[in-house]
């Protein structure tokens, strides 16, 4: 081999090997920050992992909304119609929060099958449904 | 009666671009002279009749034509002037008749402003950029039509979206588009070069300045959008990694890696397939970015109502295009071989692995930003958070950071080991020290905070030695005139690179962030600064209701003293609320207050308060590397060399016909 090839070898071999380690790179941090969804009956049955973040998404039931205590942790019931989850969360609920709303959650449970919220989401339009509810609610909406 | 004009005219547009995108080319491969000579004509006259169509929606809004259903859904006699104006494209069929605009403005750039370019090579790119041009009509039209009646009209409207109503995201999208769009003429030149198979170095100074231009409008659009989502959206972030987020970030980094390998072309000749290439990605992630955004597969605030018939047409368009593109440039693409070699330590080869990190960089946000919608079509849930992509991101870009420092001071073609060792080892001790300095001044020790300010301060000093030995022991004014605008183009780049890393760095890392429980009266400290509520009063404004909270702060050696006033509105029209959070700010910090929802009859509120320093330089950075964007595109050698090519050409035209 000439030199140059020689070079131009190393060159392509340095790339293709940074490009696979990136890949490598980007498979393994992807299966680690992977967020699974779940519907409030598949933690009910049992599905969701207890010891891993993941999301949960539902309709915060009509007057299930309450603060107990003095600070900011609000308490509320989601459902997707078949059964419902106690969700807790302290913080600031987003502007679209509301009784009757989708809205999906991100956190764990606790030990007694409660859902400790870090984060809640309503998105920013008054029709919009989380779309795993959508999907669940897929008959009913083509009714209408 | 309007409306039906504008509907007319669009129907006009799209026949001129099918004869522009057929007529044109057909002319080029046959060497019919009149026919060639009829692609600048038909690209002004569809920019003519796209702009009738665009007047009509605007005056539809401006005179509250609820007859009009787009109108109707996104407009109200309460909504004031300017948001009727950028209300056009606050929503699907009025921000694609946009794109539209965009895309025929630009097509009326290159038939304008490109003198030194040859007229059949100018016929071939005008051609290229009228399919796009009817791609999107076809789209309007079929499956879009922002002109659709409304009988009976309605009464009133039913309002413009509240997170619109806002000065930052009327001006957002415009620029967006002009980013993406403006990729493809860099598409089209590389499609027409490699359509006629001369490829030699000569499209790659063509298609700079527009890839230059193209760039800084997606630079400062992006800017724009995470500047708004950080004062607008409540949450106090500035970028989420949101996929519609992503989709225009994946573009703006094919981007920056296409106008580096843009200069080895220029410059040296070669990567010309590379070149061809990266200028067909940028373009296709742009159009990608569009497919995500409209096809209604994400919910996201940016996502609009959506009905899968135009997902499926977009999809396929993407694939028309990108498989297209791909195609040809498979055929074509052994015509590229360029002799010249390359080696890893020259300027060239800095270039090269830029590219190659960049590149990186946009397959891992693309593998997160698409994964969750594999999985969804095949019945799974996920979602791909931050984490992964903060990851990614980092780990691949710091390299990039060295990076640049070596670029600018590496020789072309080929360097030597200890000849930049010996210029580099000085600055190099000098920055870990002034690095270890400042970031021991913090208020706490962070590895990270280190290598960000080592990173920023060593692109800073190596762009100072690179103006040094520019410089250095020659007349200051004749350098002053000879040096081109594109290497204070480049410097300003990296310099805003170098603004941005420290913004970024020290926001993520100082933040202080605090959700509270605050009656009237209450006073809480955070980063020094005493924050005191003095409760809510209610204002009645145009078409909302605000709850306006009040608050002092003071820090707490009592120099600094002022008052904030978060909002909470709620829009009439839609009974929309909408966070407005009170900013204070400064160059080295922020200090930010939202307000969450009332707590009790006592007065009491939930309240956010942030503290967040050095935010400002992110949105800095983009600007400086706006502004350097626009010196390179500014630079004289791009005429002076048309005017040189044009007389070239000229003869060239003459011998063909």
Redesign the interface.
């Known amino acids: 081999m000439t030199p140059a090839r020689k070079k131009r070898l190393a060159l392509i071999l340095l790339m293709v090997g940074g490009v696979a380690t990136g890949v490598g790179f980007a498979l393994k941090s992807l299966d680690q920050n992977i967020m699974f969804f779940f519907s409030p009956s598949e933690v009910i049955s049992g599905k969701a992992p207890t010891d891993k973040l993941f999301r949960m998404g539902g309709m915060v039931v009509e007057g299930s909304v309450h603060r107990p205590g003095d600070g900011l942790t609000v308490e509320f019931d989601l459902t997707d119609n078949e059964h419902s989850v106690i969700v807790k969360y302290t913080g600031i609920l987003p502007d679209l929060f509301r009784e009757g709303q989708g809205i999906i959650a991100n956190g764990k449970l606790n030990a007694s099958g409660e859902f400790i919220a870090e984060e809640v989401l309503a998105k920013h339009d008054e029709n919009y449904m989380p779309p795993e509810l959508a999907d669940m609610h897929d008959g009913k909406e083509s009714a209408q | 009666m309007i409306p039906e004009i504008g509907q007319f005219a669009l129907i006009v547009a799209l026949c001129i671009a099918v004869i522009q995108a057929l007529v044109p080319l057909a002319g080029a491969s046959f060497g019919i002279q009149r026919w060639v000579a009829l692609a600048v004509p038909a690209a002004l006259a569809q920019l003519l009749f796209v702009g009738i169509a665009y007047g009509c929606l605007t005056w539809a809004f401006l005179s509250h034509d609820f007859s009009v259903l787009y109108v109707a859904q996104h407009s109200n006699t309460k909504l004031p002037l300017i948001y009727r104006i950028s209300g056009v494209w606050g929503s699907h069929e009025g921000s694609l008749l946009l794109w539209t605009l965009v895309l025929a403005l630009w097509s009326g750039a290159v038939a304008l402003f490109t003198p030194g370019v040859p007229r059949v090579m100018r016929a071939r790119v005008l051609a290229v950029l009228g399919m796009v041009s009817c791609g999107f009509l076809l789209f309007v039209i079929g499956t879009s039509n922002p002109f659709e009646r409304l009988l009976p009209a309605a009464a009133e409207g039913s309002d413009l ?1 509240p ?1 619109l109503q806002d000065i930052g995201l009327a001006i957002h999208p415009p620029l967006l588009y002009f980013g993406y769009v403006g990729f493809s003429v860099a598409f089209a030149f590389s499609i027409a070069a490699l359509i006629s198979g001369q490829v030699d170095s000569a499209w790659a100074r063509w298609a700079r300045p527009w890839t230059n231009i193209a760039w800084l409008f997606l630079t400062l659009g992006i800017a724009l959008g995470s500047w708004w989502a950080y004062y607008e959206l ?1 949450w106090g972030g500035w970028w989420f990694w949101d996929p519609v987020e992503n989709a225009s970030f994946m573009p703006w980094l094919i981007g920056t890696a296409l106008m580096h390998s843009l200069a080895i072309t220029e410059k040296r000749g070669t990567f010309k397939a590379w070149t061809a290439l990266l200028s067909i990605f940028a373009f296709s992630l742009s159009l990608l970015g569009t497919f995500l955004v409209r096809s209604g597969v994400l ?3 940016h996502a609009f ?1 959506s009905d899968p018939s135009r997902g499926k047409y977009i999809l396929g368009f993407l694939a028309v295009v990108v498989g297209g593109s791909l195609a040809l440039y498979a055929w074509r693409a052994p015509l590229l071989r360029s002799a010249a ?4 330590l020259s300027r060239d ?1 800095t270039l ?1 692995l830029n590219n ?2 960049l590149s ?1 960089v946009t ?2 946000i693309l ?2 930003t698409l ?1 969750p919608i594999a999985i ?1 079509a095949m019945g ?6 931050p ?2 992509f903060n ?2 991101f980092i ?2 870009t710091a390299p990039l950071g060295v990076l640049i420092g070596i670029g600018m001071l590496i020789r072309w073609k080929q360097d030597s080991l200890q000849r930049l060792f010996d210029q580099l080892k000085v600055p190099a001790l000098l920055v870990v020290a002034l690095a270890l300095a400042l970031s021991l001044a913090l208020p706490q020790w962070l590895w990270g905070a280190f290598l960000g300010i080592a990173m920023a301060l060593w692109i800073s000093v190596t762009a100072v030695i690179t103006i040094h030995r520019r410089f250095h022991n020659r007349a200051l004014l004749s350098t002053l005139r000879s040096t081109p605008a594109g290497f204070y183009g480049m410097l300003l780049g990296h310099l805003g690179i170098a603004v941005f890393i420290i913004g970024i760095t020290l926001t993520s890392l100082y933040t202080q962030e605090k ?3 605050m009656a009237p009266g209450d006073s809480y400290t955070v980063a020094g600064y005493e924050f005191t509520f003095r409760g809510v009063r209610k204002f009645n404004i145009e078409n909302y209701v605000a709850t306006r909270g009040s608050f002092s702060v003071r820090s707490s050696d009592g120099g600094f003293q002022t008052d904030l006033f978060p909002e909470k509105r709620i829009y009439l029209v ?6 407005e959070a009170a900013i204070d700010a400064g160059l080295t910090r922020d200090l930010f207050i ?1 307000l ?2 009332p ?2 009859e006592q007065g009491a509120w ?1 309240v ?1 308060i942030y503290y967040k320093p050095f935010i400002r330089w992110i949105w800095l950075g983009a600007i400086i590397m706006a502004i350097g964007g626009l010196f390179a595109a500014s630079d004289r050698r791009y005429r002076s060399l048309s005017r040189r090519r044009a007389r070239v050409s000229q003869d060239a035209a003459r011998q063909v016909s």
């Not at chain 2, 070699?341 to 890893?344: E, G, K, N, S």
């Open positions: 979206n997170l409540g919910t996201s605030v109502a070699q390359t080696r890893l080869g090269l190659a990190f990186v397959g891992a593998l997160g994964y969804d799974g849930k996920i979602s791909v958070g984490p992964y990851l990614m780990s691949l959700d509270l429980r839609r009974n929309n609320p909408m966070t939202a969450g929802e707590l009790d939930a956010r």
